[in-house]
């Protein structure tokens, strides 16, 4: 029996998640796959931290060669973050005939066509469903079920930290910076937070929908993008009296003329929108076909466990098709 053998690439939070929910649901993993999975090979510096699960040091390469070359290794994941050198090294996992999963939506999203060109040439196949909306099946629906569709509009909150952050403010009537020192401290929020606060991940997770939905990539830098660090308690009031509530929104629509509109920004949403029960650090996606109407998907959008449920969920669709 074919034994699918896993190269992993960073080996932190979401890493760590990746290997856990592979560990701890083996039996159904390899049940549904119909062969063993084994992560056999990490890319990873920091070899002796504590991350509450059990490697064996012989796993740990130091050089990404060392998988890219092992002509037994069926599968790269990319968990490093960041755009580089994340990048070049998911092309190269690519051009090196591996199938490649990941979770990195700056990398992705900014070399879009470049990373779909490279697995196309590879004869492989690029798998990026955690990218946006962590645990959310959001890529899969979109490009499976509903690909029958016309997509004419998408709404995301697609970052926790800001929803975290702007539901508190809502609910509890404090201020950005109070929050924001109470999400650093629960640790929704990094200690340098201006990915999230100014809409960069947004616009990362706006620019690849918008590619699997419209077929119109616009690389994240040239998305119209503000981000939520000058929303004040008498903006949120003042929306909460006209029975509105003010959420960051990864907004895209296509318009009449075929054209595609598109922006990140804090923006009002009547208290009786779906998007309106979105609390905490939890993400949303709504979007609109011809087809099948108004849906919304709806979850934990970031997370070591529910990220990794999602790689480990691409991961086993290349598998099935290698078995």
């Known amino acids: 029996m074919k034994e ?15 290997y856990k929910t592979l560990e701890m649901n083996r039996d159904q993993i390899e049940g549904s796959v119909g062969a063993p999975v084994n992560i056999v090979r990490i890319l990873e510096k920091d070899i002796d931290r504590d991350r509450g699960i059990e490697v064996p040091r012989e796993k740990f390469v130091a050089k990404a060669e060392d998988i890219f070359e092992d002509p037994e290794i069926d599968i790269v994941i990319e968990l490093l973050g960041g755009v580089e050198p994340a990048a070049t090294l998911i092309e190269s996992a690519l051009r090196s005939g591996k199938h490649v999963v990941t979770a990195n939506k700056a990398a992705v ?12 040439e590879g004869g492989v196949q690029l798998r990026f469903e955690a990218s946006v909306g962590g645990g959310i099946p959001v890529l899969t629906a979109l ?65 690849i929908l918008m590619a699997l939905m419209f077929d119109h990539y616009v690389h994240p830098k040239d998305i119209p ?79 070591p466990l529910p990220t990794g449920s999602a790689v480990m969920g691409d991961v086993m669709e290349i598998a099935k098709t290698l078995v």
């Open 225 to 303: 993008t503000k981000g939520i660090t000058e929303v004040t308690a008498a903006d949120i009031e003042d929306a909460r009296s006209k029975n509105q509530l003010i959420k960051l929104i990864a907004y895209a629509e296509r318009m009449e003329d075929g054209s595609i509109k598109y922006e990140v920004r804090p923006m009002r949403i009547i208290d009786t929108h779906p998007l309106s029960g979105v609390h905490r650090e939890y993400n949303a996606v709504f979007v609109e076909g011809n087809a099948v109407g108004n849906l919304m998907f709806y979850g934990p959008g970031a997370g």
């Open 143 to 207: 490009t499976g079920c509903l690909q029958a569709n016309r997509f004419s509009r998408v709404l995301g909150i697609v970052n926790g930290t800001t929803n975290y952050i702007l539901d508190k403010m809502t609910t509890e009537g404090l201020s950005y910076d109070e929050v924001l020192k109470d999400a650093q401290a629960k640790g929704f929020a990094e200690a340098d937070p201006t990915a999230d606060v100014e809409g960069i991940d947004a616009a990362n997770k706006l620019s």
């Open 4 to 18: 699918i053998k896993i190269g992993l690439l960073g080996l932190g939070n979401i890493g760590t998640g990746t």
């Open 109 to 120: 999203a900014a070399n879009y066509h470049r990373l779909r060109k490279a697995a196309e």
